[in-house]
């Protein structure tokens, strides 16, 4: 809880007011068994990122990245991605999930780096008119059921 203060601040710095978690939301968050707060420091303790993840039986979803205008380009969003994907592979998941603003290519082209790929578009997803886009990093396939056959 001691890092609250810098996260909301980081939440009001980083996205439009209709978008940002409430302080009340961010509480719950680093306190609930079912998601996880991680934040990017840099030089002396000053926070330059945090990182939102929900955790579910089979994979991760991005909830949000950001980082302080200060830090952009110094690698903190890269390090925070790198845990979740880390986290995610730690706990056998089968993918990464998260959901980025349709029209903000620069964002969507930093997580198709990482591997991430356009799944569908989520119409009015932020707000009438303001659509996202559902995108998917797949670690590995998850078994259907059913037999294999084979020789060993």
């Known amino acids: 809880m001691g890092d609250l203060p810098a ?21 719950y968050s680093l306190k609930s068994p079912a998601q996880s707060v991680w934040v990017a420091v840099a030089g ?10 929900y955790h579910h039986p089979r994979s991760i979803r991005i909830f949000s990245i950001a980082v302080l205008s200060a830090f952009r380009g110094a690698g903190a969003g890269r390090r925070l991605m790198e845990q979740a994907l880390t986290l995610a592979r730690r706990a056998d998941c089968t993918a990464v999930t ?10 969507t082209s930093w997580y198709e780096k990482f591997g ?7 119409s ?29």
């Open 44 to 53: 002396q303790r000053e926070i330059a990122g945090a990182m939102i993840l």
């Open 116 to 122: 991430f790929r356009i799944k569908k578009t989520l």
């Open 7 to 27: 996260i909301e601040v980081i939440e009001k710095s980083c996205f439009p007011a209709d978008r940002r978690s409430s302080l009340r939301a961010l509480r």
């Open 98 to 107: 998260l959901e980025a603003d349709q029209h903000d290519r620069r964002l």
């Open 124 to 152: 009015d997803y932020h707000s009438p008119g303001a659509h996202a886009v559902h995108m998917r990093l797949t670690l590995k396939t998850a078994l259907k059921g059913g037999r294999v056959r084979g020789r060993s």
